[in-house]
């Protein structure tokens, strides 16, 4: 039976800003200051109804919930733990489950010059000697390593929000923990070359974007301990948002359990209405239904042969120079030549200057490319104090990438699992 540990930015129900960019200096106005991201709108519903799946599939004796780690992401994290708790503790009465919080901004460094010392060396950030993990440890990632230093057996983690968290679990626990680690199962990454779209409208990967120096650290220590990585990819998780194949969590749709119990229906018709503002939100932009995401590793825990997962090799992709880089062009009186990270010779997709402001304010992208014999780095792009995330002198890494599902049967199995649990 897996055990999983949840590392989520769960947030169903909830009208909040993104806790992530409202946290961190991501956008950049023409005079290089930064401004915070103040849009107050519903959140996303996915990871909500992940957790409620794993706590029924819990209850049924097919996974087991070690514990849940809420972290800053879709919303804010005070507001994220309440809806945790929610689910876990009032509407599936679990009080044994442990709900602690993470980290509550992204790694410190993300959108920052890299310091340096008197001597003009480098303030090295990763590593369990660097800055990250001097400070990054927390309530939740102190939960998750007690957790899996108790298993009895090996634990998979569900990195369904930012990487913040499990990166650093991987850069401050010990190695007899680590290995405790039987999988890391992370909603990230794109194809190389691959857009984003939804009705083909370009998105961006929320969870590398909002922390891509977490990601990256995770990438490299995640290798360096030999822990697998498994990432579902947006041309998996994406298809099911598509109109003509969306899977929308609607009354409509999911008939909740079968039969009913009350309080199986109490918490299905708290999901539903709770689900009601981003649904209408979602729909105004894309036209549909927002359809699942989130669930695709929960679901690849259990039934990891729905979908078809090949080796990739993974890697970071940084866009143009930050506005305070002496790279960053201007014109001879020092006068910005362009807008922050939207150059005409943008190295990302779905940038440049065709592209709206929030796409172009991404720092740097996580790919796959399933060319094995690529040789090239791990970080890609100025590195250090110009380009903000460290080198870390690593090949791109190994990990399996979950692209499509194996079959139609697979695609009509994915589906009954999400009506026949989520509820």
């Not at 949840?6 to 909040?16: H, K, Q, Y």
């Not at 929610?86 to 920052?112: F, N, W, Y």
């Not at 690849?300 to 960053?328: K, N, R, T």
Request: glycine residues 8%; hydrophobic residues 40%.
């Amino acid at each position: 039976m897996p055990r999983v540990i949840f590392s989520t930015d769960v947030a169903i129900g909830l009208i909040d800003t993104h806790g992530g960019l409202s946290l961190s200096p991501v956008p950049f106005d023409v005079d290089h200051a930064f401004t915070t991201d103040a849009a107050v709108t519903p959140q996303d519903i996915d990871d909500g109804l992940a957790l409620a799946m794993a706590l029924n599939l819990d209850a049924a004796g097919m996974i087991e919930v070690v514990a849940i780690v809420p972290t800053y992401g879709n919303a804010t994290l005070p507001a994220e733990m309440m809806v945790a708790r929610q689910i876990t503790s009032l509407l599936k009465g679990r009080e044994d489950i442990p709900i602690v919080p993470g980290a509550t901004s992204p790694a410190s460094q993300t959108l920052h010059p890299t310091p340096t010392w008197f001597d003009e060396g480098t303030v090295r950030i990763e590593g369990p000697e660097g800055s990250f993990a001097a400070v990054c440890d927390n309530e939740g990632v102190a939960l998750m390593r007690d957790r899996l230093r108790s298993a009895r057996g090996r634990v998979t983690l569900l990195a369904i929000g930012p990487l913040t968290d499990v990166a650093c679990l991987l850069n401050t626990s010990p190695k007899h923990v680590i290995r405790k680690i039987r999988e890391i199962i992370a909603i990230v990454a794109r194809l190389e070359g691959e857009s984003l779209l939804v009705n083909g409208k370009v998105v961006n990967d929320f969870n590398f974007r909002i922390d891509p120096v977490g990601g990256t650290l995770l990438l490299g220590a995640s290798e360096g301990a030999h822990v697998p990585l498994r990432l579902m990819s947006f041309e998996l998780t994406g298809q099911t948002s598509q109109a003509g194949d969306i899977i929308g969590f609607d009354a409509a749709t999911y008939p909740g359990r079968q039969p009913p119990t009350p309080a199986s229906e109490a918490s299905f018709q708290w999901l539903l209405k709770a689900a009601g503002p981003r649904n209408d939100f979602w729909s105004g932009i894309f036209g549909t239904l927002e359809g699942p995401f989130d669930q695709y590793a929960l679901v690849a825990a259990i039934e990891p042969a729905l979908f078809d997962c090949q080796a990739g090799l993974a890697y970071v992709q940084q866009c143009p120079f930050p506005a305070w880089s002496p790279d960053y062009p201007t014109d001879a009186s020092g006068n910005p030549t362009q807008a922050p990270y939207n150059a005409p010779d943008n190295p990302c997709v779905d940038h440049g200057p065709a592209n709206g402001g929030a796409l172009s304010q991404v720092p740097a992208q996580l790919i796959v490319t399933l060319d094995l014999d690529d040789d090239r780095p791990l970080v890609r792009g100025t590195t250090g104090i110009d380009g903000n995330i460290p080198a870390l002198d690593r090949p791109a890494r190994p990990v399996t990438v979950c692209t499509d599902f194996a079959s139609d049967f697979g695609r009509q199995q994915f589906e009954d699992l999400l009506k026949e649990w989520t509820w």
